[in-house]
């Protein structure tokens, strides 16, 4: 795993501390740093010049916003600008034409088309209530056409037969005879693989894109090709009119810089991403998600949504409302909000999502302890009677010697637990006016 660039910046940041805009001289080196990012990400070399380019003339004189630093800054340009040019927002298949619409897939052998066919089928019959027929234009491979015919089964769309005999535009006159004839919404067209750029095929294809005059023409890439992408993405683009990416194979541990590549020199946009080998491994290509991988700064946006939807916000805006009444705090609110912490499924899930060099310093021992923790502090809320956790104050020594005895714990636990709900406490009272709403929003999106 390449050394995180956002490491490497708050290193460069210590150096640049105290300067409150991005300038000149202190942009140089960070530049190079995320050029050197970018490249260990495998990121097309020419991709790259013109991004660091771009993020130059963005960066330069920016006022550098409330407490962030200037490296901080750089680094939310950096991200941005990497989503902005992965594509924003989303683009589903575009399906508006006269049925069938036709779908053709192309690229390399082994990027994944055939699975993605089957995934993409999947997508259109459970997503969006499409009748689906798959056809496979691979002549050359007999074991193609039966592997299509076997996913096709899988995602429950109907497959068109063809043997290796036929030519691939006779089969795909065929197919598109038949989507018409019984109605179906959408005609997907697998085609052969190359194990590289082979002008016969490439020829190939294009007849097979004129015979189908397709809505959308996708191009399957692997997300580990890396530098190769970029010349493979050209020359399709140079043989047929692409009209989106579906990058495979995400879930590998390639930092996915092939998809700023293929995106820059395509112009299409990335439709799809593949998240394993299974039939439903296939999720809308997320641009700002994927900058955050390509950065090395972690799946930061997939732990906010962990979070916003772990936390209940019926409780929580039960919570707020008793804080805003100047309603006390009590050790039931305390035991709820201990709960909404498990309820996120656990430190350690929530840590898997974390920048690698944030979660390097949290090792496992420390995550099962902080989780023995938690049931620790459930464990000392249990024992205590009802009405002493509505009014702890009542907790003095022999209560504090009963409630330690009935969750095996000792004194000092409980006194501890007394001091941390306390603190809590406090903080509720300054959130009293909507502070704490505020945030709950903001995290609940
Ligand atoms: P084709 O030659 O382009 O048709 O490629 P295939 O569809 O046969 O896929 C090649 C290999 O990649 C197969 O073993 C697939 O299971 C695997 N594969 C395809 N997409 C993904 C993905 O998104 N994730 C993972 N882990 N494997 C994938």
Redesign the pocket.
């Known amino acids: 795993m390449a050394s995180a660039l956002t490491e490497k910046l708050s290193r460069l940041v210590k150096q640049i501390s105290g300067q409150a805009r991005i300038t000149e001289s202190n942009v140089a080196d960070m530049l190079r740093e995320v050029r050197m990012a970018l490249l260990e990400a495998d990121v097309a070399l020419p991709v790259v010049r013109d991004f660091i380019a771009r993020v130059k003339d963005k960066a330069l004189g920016q006022e550098v916003m409330g407490s962030l630093k200037p490296g901080q800054a750089l680094v939310g340009i950096v991200n941005r600008e990497l989503a902005a040019t992965m594509g924003e927002g989303v683009a589903d298949l575009n399906l508006a034409t006269q049925p069938p619409a036709v779908i053709l897939?192309a690229?390399?052998?082994?990027?994944?088309?055939?699975?993605?066919?089957a995934?993409l089928a999947r997508h259109l019959i459970t997503k969006r209530k499409k009748k689906v027929l798959t056809v496979s234009a691979?002549v050359y491979r007999p074991a193609?056409i039966e592997?299509l015919k076997t996913?096709s089964a899988q995602a429950g769309a109907e497959w068109f037969p063809s043997t290796p005999d036929q030519k691939p535009v006779d089969i795909a006159r065929a197919a598109l005879d038949y989507a018409k004839k019984h109605y179906f919404d959408v005609l997907l067209v697998?085609t052969a693989?190359r194990l590289a750029i082979d002008e016969a095929l490439m020829r190939e294809i294009t007849e097979l894109h004129a015979v189908l005059n397709p809505v959308e023409t996708l191009f399957?890439v692997?997300?580990m090709q890396g530098q190769d992408a970029a010349n493979t993405a050209k020359a399709f683009k140079e043989a047929l009119p692409l009209t989106g990416i579906i990058l495979?194979?995400?879930?590998?541990d390639s930092r996915g810089g092939a998809a700023l590549s293929v995106r820059a020199i395509t112009g299409a946009p990335i439709k799809f991403?593949?998240?394993?080998?299974k039939i439903d491994?296939?999720e809308v290509f997320d641009a700002e998600r994927h900058a955050g991988r390509i950065l090395g700064m972690g799946d930061i946006v997939a732990l906010v949504e962990q979070v916003a939807a772990g936390v209940d916000m019926a409780q929580a805006q039960k919570l707020a409302a008793k804080v805003k009444s100047g309603a006390s705090f009590d050790l039931e609110d305390f035991l709820s909000q201990i709960q909404q912490v498990k309820q996120m499924g656990g430190l350690s899930s929530l840590l898997d999502k974390l920048p690698t060099q944030m979660a390097a310093k949290a090792s496992e021992a420390d995550l099962s302890r902080a989780e023995r923790e938690i049931a620790r502090k459930q464990g000392i809320i249990h024992s205590m009677t009802p009405l002493e956790r509505k009014k702890p104050e009542l907790i003095k020594a022999s209560r504090k010697r009963r409630i330690a005895a009935g969750a095996g714990v000792q004194v000092q636990d409980v006194n501890r637990l007394l001091k941390e709900f306390e603190q809590m406490q406090d903080m509720m009272k300054k959130m009293q006016g909507g502070g704490l709403m505020k945030l709950m929003k903001r995290m609940g999106g």
């Open positions: 897939m690229g390399l052998q082994g990027a994944g088309k055939t699975t993605t066919t995934k691979d193609a592997q996913v697998d693989g399957v692997d997300a495979t194979k995400t879930d590998g991403a593949g998240t394993s080998e491994g296939l």
